[in-house]
């Protein structure tokens, strides 16, 4: 993973390496929680990285609530 800095300004083709990177861990399983740890970003900024890359995103996952009858 590229060496960032927290918050600094990633654009060109900085950021689409980083896209590419993200995509493939994210493709091979691993969460957005994870690779915003992993990468020093943040959750949104992730997110936004793997939907600009056309990632197809996962549902959440956990228990579903069901309505009470």
């Known amino acids: ?3 960032l800095k ?3 300004r ?3 083709s900085a950021r689409d390496k980083l ?3 993200l995509k493939k861990k994210y493709e091979k399983g691993a969460s957005i929680r994870a690779l915003a ?9 992730v997110h ?3 939907s600009e890359s056309g ?4 549902g959440r996952g956990g228990a579903t609530r069901t ?3």
């Open 37 to 45: 740890e992993q990468t020093g970003r943040s959750y949104g900024f």
């Open 48 to 50: 936004r990285v793997l």
């Open 55 to 58: 990632v197809q995103l996962r």
């Open 19 to 21: 896209a590419s990177d």
């Open 6 to 8: 927290k918050g600094a």
């Open 10 to 12: 990633i654009t060109g």
């Open 67 to 69: 309505k009470k009858k």
């Open 1 to 3: 993973m590229a060496d």
